[in-house]
């Protein structure tokens, strides 16, 4: 069997969903891993701590390219074996009824759904009794949340040897000659110039009325809602989809669209408590994929854009292949 010391140093720019991914991967190869961050706990600052954690290919296909469901099916086994609590309730997609027509064309172009019926949705989600009609349901989608998962698999890849160095902004240069890889985002703009920022906003709300199992998307020709459900009755409210680099706080129109939008799910959220708002800035390629791009000693792991927690296991795995050799580089 290979040595760690016959692997070589790896150091990893990025306590993110890409960095911690990317970091897992190597060390299960034998890397002796580095793990650099300018803050002061594991995917704590940036887009990662406020994703909604879906892990829904077949949903998320509906509006991207085929990739995404292909290389999406190995997310809730890969979070699974590496430490998360992975929720496989499904998905829930449903709509207004002056909306039908969305909920339609969505299953037109979806695969791995199944049709449920008021009954069938009143057993699945007692809280939405009578809320609707009929809705489609992806059994196959899993859900994580980005707050109990990237600590535990930080703290996971800490027991197995990866270390950790926070509050360091460390350059390439300081790092020689260690292979790099670079997970940092938007931050890595200035050498990727194809990169952009898309800005996200979302709530976080604690309900005492009404109590979800399972992920809900609520279709709308404007701005579609999706809902989360967290432990404690915390419901994740998201998210914005703003061609923006700004990563200041929350504006006042999109948490009154999301909220209002919400109400119109069920009118109890009305009620429900404001624990958190927040906005993340997610990296974003022209085509809406990641990318693996080599330069040097550097491969630069970026572009998750609303993808991070569905696709950073499928292409962790491909870079752990590429630093072995196995594979060609994606450029």
Aim: aromatic share 6%.
């Amino acid at each position: 069997m290979t040595s760690l010391n016959d692997r070589g140093d790896v150091a990893v720019l990025g306590a993110g969903v890409a960095g911690l991914t990317a970091a897992a991967a190597l060390a299960a190869r034998h890397y002796q891993v580095t793990v650099y961050d300018q803050g002061e706990q594991a995917g704590r600052a940036g887009c990662s701590w406020w994703a909604g954690g879906m892990l829904a290919p077949y949903c998320e296909a509906v509006t991207a390219e085929r990739e995404v469901l292909q290389q999406g099916r190995l997310a809730a086994d890969w979070w699974s074996a590496h430490g998360a609590d992975v929720w496989r309730a499904g998905t829930l997609v449903l709509a207004q009824a002056r909306d039908r027509t969305e909920l339609d064309d969505f299953a037109r172009r979806s695969e791995g759904c199944q049709w449920l019926d008021a009954e069938a949705l009143a057993a699945m989600e007692p809280d939405l009794a009578g809320r609707a009609t009929r809705g489609l349901w992806y059994p196959d989608e899993a859900h994580v949340d980005p707050r109990q998962c990237l600590p535990a698999l930080a703290a996971r890849l800490e027991a197995g040897g990866v270390r950790f160095a926070f509050g360091q902004a460390v350059q390439a240069e300081d790092l020689e000659p260690r292979q790099l890889v670079d997970c940092r985002g938007l931050a890595a703009r200035s050498v990727l110039p194809g990169l952009r920022g898309v800005r996200g906003e979302m709530l976080l709300i604690r309900s005492h009325d009404v109590r979800l199992h399972r992920p809900i998307r609520l279709l709308h020709p404007r701005m579609p809602l999706y809902l989360i459900p967290r432990r404690d009755g915390l419901i994740m409210l998201g998210a914005t989809t703003v061609e923006s680099d700004h990563a200041g706080p929350v504006t006042l129109r999109s948490a009154m669209e999301l909220l209002g939008l919400a109400m119109t799910l069920h009118p109890a959220l009305g009620e429900a408590e404001i624990v958190e708002l927040g906005a993340g800035v997610r990296p974003a390629f022209s085509d809406h994929l990641p990318k693996l791009i080599r330069r040097g000693r550097t491969t630069f792991f970026n572009g998750l854009y609303r993808h991070g927690y569905l696709l950073s296991p499928w292409y962790a795995e491909r870079l752990a292949d590429q630093m072995e050799g196995t594979e060609g580089l994606v450029a």
